[in-house]
């Protein structure tokens, strides 16, 4: 099955009118221990100073290893858990600023998809009374116009009508993550984080999905925030993909920029990962030194300083904190050593470093697109 084709004009258009979402400086911790009689011994840094932006009409991708803060994050946006610090406006309302009847509404305009269907329905509801949950709730259609909205919807996500009576173990994976997807598009939502939406299926399922989610986007103009694991899965649908590490987005750029010539170490790691097709092809991958770092008590400096492969890494890597800064045209980066960076070779110097940045973009990190690496060269990065 061929999977969609993003498209970009569109996509341009859409990034240059005022974004849905606008998430600012974002940081949630979640205390270790502690009770009514001890205090915290630590926090988890689920997330850590995460900015972004998602433009109407657009998917953006967020990528990174288990326990990243991927699903943290977009539960902070939905305000299904309380952020920290920072700020989430939707379609220009600070969510932070509402009290909960009025983010119970707005929550009607922003839903999520989880990546078990199967946990998130109640295996006593028939999925027609599930989908008609939302309906009810948000007052939007009762009887037989409710009925009628489900059987719709059911079409709509490639269901049989009829099938509205039956329970969630009479389907298979894919059919319930389209019953999920039905529930979510109930109450005629704008904007979907879709968690891992595909993650537990077949590979040939899940480009059906993919491509269910894809035609769902076009036809209802929706904005999408889809978080996955493996950035394979994300290249068809995503307008843009934010790479996420230890809590803290590294890399954010359209998507060709990013699969084209991927700036920050990790990423190109995650890139030399994604399966190749063609069982003749090269199999060459970047492998990270080590596991990662436990959230609850990230590096210094750059968090990803203890297994990155870059040829210039230092003792600055080790007590720099490196911006997300431009690398190239909308292409976001947080790299010290990746050129161009706004922390110049003398406050490297002063920080303990001993390389000046130099460009480092592994073959490996590209082998898969059918592309050839450019080694290590002494330049900026061109878009
Ligand atoms: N309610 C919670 N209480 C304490 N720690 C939590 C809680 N929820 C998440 N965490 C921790 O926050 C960090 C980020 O978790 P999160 O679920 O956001 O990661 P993720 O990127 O979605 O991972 P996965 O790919 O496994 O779903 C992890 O270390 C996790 O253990
Ligand atoms: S700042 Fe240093 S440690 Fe971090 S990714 Fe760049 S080279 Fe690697
Ligand atoms: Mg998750």
């Known amino acids: ?9 569109r996509d341009a258009a859409s990034l240059r009118a005022a ?53 943290t ?27 909960a009847r009025a983010m119970r509404a707005m929550r009607r ?19 027609g009374a599930a989908i008609r949950e939302g309906l009810v709730v948000h007052r939007l259609a009762e009887g037989a116009a409710a009925d009628a909205r489900v059987r719709a919807l059911l079409d709509e996500v490639g269901l049989r009508p009829e099938w509205a009576s039956r329970y969630p173990h009479e389907f298979s994976g894919g059919q319930r993550q389209r019953v ?5 598009l109930a109450v005629e939502p704008e904007f979907i984080v879709l968690d891992e939406p595909v993650s537990a299926l077949d590979v040939s399922v899940q480009a059906q999905v993919i491509n269910l989610l894809a035609r769902l986007q076009r036809d ?37 920029s990013l699969f084209t010539r991927p700036v920050m170490p990790y990423t190109q790691a995650l890139l030399s990962a994604i399966p190749i097709p ?59 050593k990746q050129p161009p960076t706004a922390v110049t070779p003398a406050a490297q110097r002063a920080a303990g470093g001993s390389h000046d940045p130099v460009f480092s973009l592994p073959a490996a990190a590209l082998r898969s697109r059918g592309a050839s690496g450019t080694g290590t060269r002494a330049a900026g990065l061109s878009t």
């Open 1 to 9: 099955m061929s999977l969609p084709v993003p498209d970009t004009a």
């Open 19 to 71: 974004p849905l979402l606008e998430v600012r400086n974002l940081v949630k911790r979640f205390p270790i221990g502690g009770g009514l009689l001890s205090r915290p011994r630590g926090a988890v840094q689920a997330v850590t100073d995460v900015s972004f932006d998602v433009a109407r009409g657009e998917t953006l991708a967020l990528v990174g290893e288990s326990g990243c803060g991927k699903t």
């Open 73 to 99: 994050t977009g539960r902070c946006i939905l305000r299904l858990v309380e952020p920290t610090s920072g700020t989430v406006c939707f379609d220009g309302t600070d969510l932070g600023a509402l009290d």
């Open 109 to 127: 305009r922003m839903q999520l998809v989880f990546q078990d269907p199967y946990a998130s329905l109640n295996p006593r509801m028939t999925i």
């Open 180 to 184: 999920g997807i039905a529930r979510a």
């Open 220 to 256: 209802r103009g929706l904005t999408y925030l889809f978080i996955a694991h493996d950035l394979g899965v994300v290249e068809h649908l995503a307008t843009r993909v934010a790479v996420m590490y230890l809590g803290r987005i590294v890399e954010l750029a359209p998507t060709a």
């Open 278 to 336: 063609d069982p003749a092809a090269p199999r060459d991958r970047i492998v990270l030194a080590g596991d990662p770092p436990s959230p609850a008590s990230p590096p210094s400096g750059c968090v990803f300083h203890p297994r990155c492969p870059h040829p210039a890494r230092d003792a600055a890597c080790a007590s720099i904190v490196p911006p997300l800064e431009a690398k190239g045209t909308g292409h976001e980066a947080a790299c010290l």
